[in-house]
Structures are given as structure tokens and as C-alpha cells.
């Protein structure tokens, strides 16, 4: 099946400071791929949709200002997480579908970030 | 708006059989997943609906009811291992939207 790399799979940073988080689809290329957010014990959910080539679509409630989306490649998405405050501790997971999203989407191991 | 519920903890006994029922309610449908995930790790994909009727693959089977907005997810012949969470998520977006998921059913398999 279909693979997607993240790195760093952990990252702990200090309050204020700025974190890169990439997503890599590594046998196939994915011209738009999704960011999720997951806190303890609660459902994912979707941050925006990473377009290759265009900007990215944020979900409601999302900072676009705060959460930097670079999709350079039909390979990497890259997710910045801005000025990061302790609250933006959460399990990040991107993921990335062979038919544009409509069919199976695969999932990334997920990036664990804590701010201290 | 976009509504998704599953019971959020299920438990079940080795060798047994487990039904993990999920209602919807979203502006459109474009297919159901069940993913499968595991304390402190990614989902991992196990079944896709996009029509009514029974999904079967290996010892999972997933049923899908459009007019009902409704699923299942079918765990036969259960084994430790299949301890996790199970995350029901529909696609509803009429292009390349992401998933939207429910809380999840945290199941747990007894001796």
C-alpha cells in the first residue's frame, strides 16, 4: 500500500519558538494532502488541505497565520506551527490520498510536539 | 453541519464477535472509513464504503446503509491485539476534502 513518511515523529520545543513538520507520500505522489490534529482521548480533526502548487484551505477556527502550510512538491507537505504555545501540544498527523482524497487515505505516523 | 457518533467504549472477549455501530449526519457523502488506531499512533485504514451493502475482508466486515446514515464494523474471531480504538470518518466534500471523524470506540478485548 500507499506510504507517508513525517519527520520528526517527536519534537519538544520551548514557548515561542517555531516548529517544521514534514509529510513525505514516498511511492506515489499526492497532489493534495491533509493535515490532522488529534489532543488526548478525542477524535482527529482536520486542520486544512495542503495543495500542491496553490495555497492551502483552512478549516474554521484554524490560523492560517499561525499554522504555515508549504506543499513545494507532489511529495512533501509541510506544516509550521508558529510562535508555539503550550496549547499547541497535540499529536499532528498528515495524510494523503492516490485519487485526490475521494478514495483511501493514508495516514503518516504522526508527530508528537510538546511546548514547554 | 457535521455529526458523527459511535459509542465511545466497547468491551468484548477473546474469540468473539464485536459490532461497532456509527451514525451520520453530514452535508454530503462521498464514502465511509473505518480506520483502526492504536494508543499513541497513527489510524491505520481497514475499510472504505461508498455503497449500501457488506464490505468483508479477512476478519473485519464493514456495512454501510446511505438512506439510514448508517455503519458498522464487524470484528470476528477477536483476538488482544485487536485492542484500539476504531475511528468511523466520512467524506463528504464534494472534491478533495478531508475526512471528518468521530470520537472513536475504544475497545477492549478480555481473556
Known amino acids: 500500500g500507499a506510504v507517508v513518511s513525517q519527520h520528526p515523529s517527536w519534537v519538544i520545543c520551548k514557548s515561542g519558538t517555531s516548529v517544521k513538520i514534514e509529510c513525505r507520500s514516498l511511492d506515489f505522489q499526492a497532489t493534495t494532502m491533509f493535515w490532522y490534529r488529534q489532543f488526548p482521548k478525542q477524535s482527529l480533526m482536520l486542520m486544512a488541505t495542503s495543495n500542491e502548487g496553490s495555497k492551502a484551505t483552512y478549516e474554521q477556527g484554524v490560523e492560517k497565520d499561525k499554522f504555515l502550510i508549504n506543499h513545494a512538491s507532489l511529495t512533501l507537505s509541510t506544516l509550521t506551527v508558529t510562535s508555539a504555545h503550550p496549547e499547541d501540544s497535540s499529536f499532528y498527523i498528515c495524510?494523503?490520498?492516490?485519487?485526490?482524497?475521494?478514495?483511501?487515505?493514508?495516514f503518516g505516523p504522526g508527530t508528537r510536539l510538546l511546548v514547554l | 453541519g457535521q455529526n458523527i457518533d459511535q459509542p465511545t467504549e466497547m468491551t468484548a472477549t477473546e474469540g468473539a464477535i464485536v459490532q461497532i455501530n456509527c451514525t451520520y449526519q453530514?452535508?454530503?457523502?462521498?464514502?465511509l472509513f473505518w480506520y483502526q488506531q492504536h494508543a499513541g499512533e497513527a489510524p491505520t485504514f481497514l475499510s472504505y464504503n461508498v455503497l449500501d451493502g457488506l464490505e468483508e475482508k479477512g476478519r473485519f466486515s464493514s456495512f454501510l446503509s446511505r438512506s439510514k446514515g448508517y455503519s458498522y464494523l464487524l470484528l470476528k474471531e477477536l483476538q488482544m491485539k485487536d485492542s484500539a480504538s476504531y475511528l468511523c470518518a466520512v467524506h463528504s466534500g464534494g472534491g478533495a476534502d478531508g475526512l471528518t471523524f468521530g470520537k472513536g470506540t475504544h475497545l477492549i478485548i478480555q481473556p
Open positions: 453530514t452535508s454530503g457523502f462521498n464514502g
Open positions: 495524510s494523503a490520498g492516490l485519487a485526490g482524497g475521494r478514495e483511501t487515505q493514508y
